[in-house]
């Protein structure tokens, strides 16, 4: 019995486009896992060409004579539970000369309240610039005892609107994001002004490295001894933490094409963030904005500059243990990205933005815009073309090499990095609870991610505003040493 | 079809060979966490030996043993106890190290190890100067770049030995990267003691700027008005980062002789420049400056302003007087400065 040669040409069409699909999933899968192998390959050169790293004391004695002063910028919004001890923290910093400015944007909550109240703050009146937009002040604050600490009530504005209230305030010539709920290590600044000291011409900004301190022990707002979490969620976290921090933005860093400086913990020169107009509002990723709109301007002005990273200084964040606050988590960081790429877009393969408009916008490109698209398309359509015959077993072979194999190649080499070069891990047990995380996390969790992804893309599409709501358990608890992770 | 096998073989092989990796690497720690045990105990033990030299009581054979095979925990804890420790019971730490001859086993740290532990080893020498140590010090300075280098420089000068500043500028200006903090520390320190050196560097037209900068600020902590002269120069003539360290600088000497370079700085097309000329005028208590301080609060750029209000605040009532008028009239950003300013300062 012989089929129609019509429908013989119309399937093997079809064949052809399956295969077609395929072979474009692949690529595009290939691509990506060559740019972290080429991420890896700069992150491990960067951290063996870096300055040996110093004990605190050694820090101090070389740093500390020519450290320029810092503002400490801490937005809070609703966070009366862990604000006082938060600040109790950032007052114990080893750093010779800096200010904390808290900006209350406008809680409902009774932040400003303990504030006042644990800190007995009194309103002041202080001379300060206007030259990034924010809302209304209501109020600026200091403390008699406490000749470090600013606080400013202000008109609720989102967090890029507080951050500008905070650079208006600041007076020193570096500025410090981070969030009022993040706790830094005691000589974090100290470790994270080495670039602006070392090359003080050209350093605009540098960003920090930002841990998971899930599972840690805290004690007043200090990390005292560095854990594993227990929490299964927190400690896939941790692993995707190390791969964004000390193996992409090392990598960008080191190729001069850092787009991105965590909210949580980055350096900025005051006057060069104002040349920029401040933080823009409208966007959930004021902090991946901001640091394209400095290499927008600098790139513009023909200037020589540097935005880099250092690995050392660590400021640690609480990681959600929920999967739908994680979720809300990523769709809105990717909601973030696509919001800066979409609204830069003129700088993608724009040879007047050199290797920012090339390789750092095509890397946008490729793992934001397109990646996560391709790779559900892959999920979606590969498995069904082999089912129906369309494909051979060896697609689906190769797309799981992609997407899983060199994804536990890649994640375990990131810990392995870690542990050659930082070892920041307490001992070998954790690095073993670690290095299962880091397989684990290809099978299940990396989907997940990239639904959650896909997530933010539709938001964007579809013009969602707004942050959602990130509940947090809080560092701030009754006992004075304890662990984070609550299993 | 081979292509796709080849990717799916090769990911595996990829995948082992990272998990094999990670698995040493764990097995490593083993090992080196049961190191490190040894390694407390031994920083206890020579931070015990310490506390008796400085106590001067005698030092068993096998003590002075430990100390001096394990040269890299000595100049770690030296260095702490250096911070913490002046004065008589320092001097008598030191020299009875040095009398143990330990200083030798410093010399020895400096050419191996690790950077950070050649480093503190460079930096612990300069507690104890002898011909050998100088030798040793400027043998590793010429030898090694970077921060051993400048460490090395700074050691010396310690140990109350001459640099080079010569060769310290031409290192600088051949090296871009090296134009950095350690390195304006080892500047300052030399100008304190070399400064009629820097002065003469400070005018070569063929340096670049960010380097004669550096020497301005450089100069600003000689305490020697014998620079008065050329960073007053620097402060009228010199390229705009050259005049504002230079004005910073003269801010800091605080000589009377200097308020009309002062004067001429606040009226700078520079801000930075404007900026440190009100400092320095208001730290200097130049009452003469008042009027032109008084214009600056209407500065187009918000640090000015600011500087100059709290110039004012300095000078006394008759500065006091003029930022009240200002503030009573309606004069916008001026006005502002001067009204906070004065809030702030509750005059």
Redesign the interface.
């Known amino acids: 019995m012989s089929l129609d040669p019509q429908i013989l040409d119309a399937a093997r069409g079809v064949t052809r486009w399956a295969t077609l699909i395929a072979w474009f999933v692949?690529a595009v899968g290939?691509l990506q896992n060559a740019i972290y192998v080429w991420q890896l390959v700069l992150a491990e050169r960067a951290l063996r060409r870096r300055?040996?790293?110093?004990?605190s004391?050694?820090l101090w004695?070389?740093?500390a004579?020519?450290?320029p002063p810092i503002a400490l910028l801490a937005p809070a919004y609703n966070e009366e539970p862990t604000v006082v001890e938060s600040v109790r923290s950032l007052l114990a910093l080893r750093y010779p000369n800096f200010e904390i400015v808290v900006i209350n944007d406008g809680s409902r909550d009774g932040t400003l309240r303990v504030l006042i109240e644990a800190f007995e703050l009194k309103q002041?009146?202080?001379?300060?610039?206007?030259?990034a937009p924010c809302a209304t002040i209501r109020g600026v604050y200091a403390a008699a005892n406490q000749p470090r600490l600013i606080v400013v009530d202000k008109e609720n504005g989102g967090k890029a609107d507080a951050l500008n209230a905070g650079l208006n305030l600041a007076?020193a010539p570096i500025v410090c994001s981070m969030d009022a709920d993040s706790l830094l290590e005691p000589d974090a600044l100290l470790r994270a002004v080495r670039p602006f000291?070392?090359?003080?011409?050209r350093v605009i900004a540098v960003g920090g490295c930002v841990r998971v301190a899930n599972g840690c022990v805290i004690d007043r707002g200090q990390v005292v001894k560095v854990g594993v979490p227990k929490n299964f969620l927190a400690a896939l976290q941790t692993m995707e933490y190390l791969r964004a921090f000390l193996m992409a933005r090392l990598a960008w860093s080191e190729a001069r094409a850092l787009t991105i400086i965590s909210g949580a913990f980055g350096l900025f020169r005051r006057n060069a963030v104002l040349e920029v107009g401040g933080y823009s509002h409208k966007t959930v990723g004021e902090d991946m904005e901001l640091v394209i709109k400095l290499h927008r301007h600098f790139r513009e002005t023909r200037r020589d500059y540097r935005v880099v990273f250092a690995p050392e200084p660590v400021c640690w964040t609480e990681a959600p243990e929920d999967l739908k606050i994680l979720g809300r988590q990523r769709a809105r960081w990717h909601r973030g990205s696509l919001e800066t790429f979409f609204r830069h877009r003129a700088m993608l393969f724009n040879p007047r933005y050199g290797r920012i408009g090339y390789v750092a916008f095509g890397n946008v490109l490729l793992v934001d815009v397109v990646g996560p698209l391709v790779e559900a398309l892959g999920y979606l359509l590969l498995p069904a073309f082999w089912i129906t015959g369309m494909l051979?077993f060896?697609?689906l072979?190769?797309f799981?090499?992609?997407s899983f194999?060199?994804g536990?190649?890649?994640s375990?080499?990131a810990?392995?990095l870690e542990?050659?070069e930082l070892?920041r891990f307490p001992?070998?047990l954790s690095?073993?609870v670690l290095?299962g995380a880091?397989?684990i996390e290809n099978f299940g969790y990396r989907q997940l991610n990239n639904l959650w992804r896909l997530r933010g893309f539709w938001q964007y599409l579809t013009g969602a505003q707004g942050w959602g709501t990130m509940t947090r358990k809080g560092f701030a608890a009754s006992p004075p040493a304890r662990s984070v992770s609550k299993s | 079809m081979d292509l796709l096998r080849a990717l799916w073989t090769f990911s595996w092989l990829t995948a082992a060979f990272a998990v094999l990796w990670m698995a040493l690497l764990i097995v490593a720690r083993v090992v080196r966490d049961a190191g490190e045990t040894g390694v407390e105990r031994r920083r206890a033990q020579i931070t015990a030996t310490f506390l008796k030299l400085m106590q001067d009581a005698p030092l068993g054979e096998t003590e002075v043993l430990e100390i001096r095979r394990h040269p890299d925990v000595l100049a770690e804890i030296l260095l702490q106890a250096a911070d913490l420790v002046r004065g008589p019971a320092r001097d008598r730490l030191v020299a009875s190290l040095k009398a143990l001859g330990l200083d030798e086993a410093l010399r020895r740290q400096v050419g191996r190890g690790a950077e950070r532990k050649r480093l503190a080893a460079v930096e612990a020498l300069g507690l104890f100067p002898s011909p050998e140590n100088e030798a040793t010090l400027r043998a590793w300075g010429r030898r090694v770049g970077g921060l051993v280098r400048i460490t090395a420089g700074k050691a010396l000068l310690e140990m109350g030995a001459q640099v080079n500043l010569d060769r310290v500028i031409e290192d600088m200006r051949q090296r871009r990267e090296a134009w950095s903090g350690p390195l304006s520390d080892l500047l300052r320190l030399l100008a304190e003691r070399q400064p009629a050196d820097c002065l003469r560097h400070l005018g070569r037209p063929d340096l670049p700027v960010a380097l004669k900068a550096l020497l301005a600020e450089a100069l600003g902590h000689a305490k020697d008005y014998r620079v008065l002269p050329a960073l007053a120069e620097a402060a009228l003539r010199g390229e705009a980062p050259v005049r504002a360290a230079s004005v910073n600088s003269l801010g800091l000497l605080m000589h009377p002789a200097l308020e009309p370079v002062i004067a001429r700085a606040v009226d700078d097309e520079d801000w930075q420049v404007r900026g440190a000329a009100a400092l320095a005028a208001g730290r200097a208590g130049f009452v003469a400056l008042i009027p032109r301080l008084a214009e600056r609060l209407a500065d187009p750029v918000w640090w000015v302003r600011f500087q100059a209000a709290e110039a004012l605040t300095r000078l006394g009532p008759a500065a006091w007087r003029v930022l009240h008028a200002v503030a009573d009239a309606d004069l916008g950003a001026a006005s502002r400065a001067a009204s906070l300013t004065l809030a702030e300062r509750g005059l």
Not at chain 1, 197 to 201: C, I
């Open positions: 692949i290939l300055p040996p790293t110093l004990a004391g050694e004695r070389r740093y004579d020519s450290a002041v009146v202080r001379h300060y610039d206007l030259a007076r000291v070392e090359d003080p011409d051979s060896a697609f072979e190769a799981a090499a992609v194999t060199f536990v190649a890649l375990v080499a810990l392995a542990e050659s070892r001992n070998a690095l073993a290095m880091a397989i």
